[in-house]
């Protein structure tokens, strides 16, 4: 999306020698799909905007480890989280993790400011990038019956602290890119340019192809109706706020 094509093809420079963590995954799903997932891996542990890469690995392991929360035990207040310095993310990063991980349906407008008030938009929309990655390429592992990629080893080094040039605000609660024509979910993570690469990557990957546009979908096991019935049922379990 608008220039974000060269950061992917960053992730990319070894895909071709470097597939083993998705080798199980070969009789059963597409090259498309695996060599997407590569892409995911190979940025996972690496500096990104905001995070470092060991910051963006303990996300991932706070993704992992995490379970649904019970009625009762659902984040309504974040004032209980510290986020003072600590070894690794803070007990406040991990509040979020788990929020957005597990209960994504119920950030309204004033969660949205409790979490940007402390850790600011941009580290908002990295770390949600990070869960929108690994979350669907873990679940699939899951309903497969295959063991969970081992997560990368984080990349030394700082964040870039880069912000994308051309935002504008009112498509979504984070400044995004125009969306020119495009669905507003595909943009509204524009903040993690490099992130919502991937992610959107993966969408095509798993759900689209490149037939996005195209009302018929032969590329696909399913049509493109059942494929549609299928996103539209489990947004609607999900409580999808999109």
Known sequence: IRGDRSRVAEGAETIVTAMTE?????????????????????????PGAWWSGAERIEIAKEIRDSRPPSLGERITDFSSYSNKGTKGITPFVRAVVRKITHESSSIDRNTYEQIVGEIGEDRYAELTAIVSQLVPIDRLHDILGYNRAELPIPESGNPSGERPKGLTTGIAFLP??????LPHIAVSLSLAQADNAR????????????????????????SR???ELVAARTSAINECFY
């Open 199 to 222: 992610r959107m990557l993966l969408v095509r990957s798993m759900y689209s192809g490149t037939d996005f546009n195209q009302m018929i979908w032969t590329h696909r096991n399913l």
């Open 22 to 46: 998705f080798n199980s995954l070969n009789a059963e799903i597409s090259d498309e799909i695996i060599e997407s997932f590569q892409i995911v891996w190979n940025g996972l542990g690496k």
């Open 225 to 227: 109706q059942q494929i």
């Open 176 to 181: 995004t890119f125009p969306a020119n024509g």
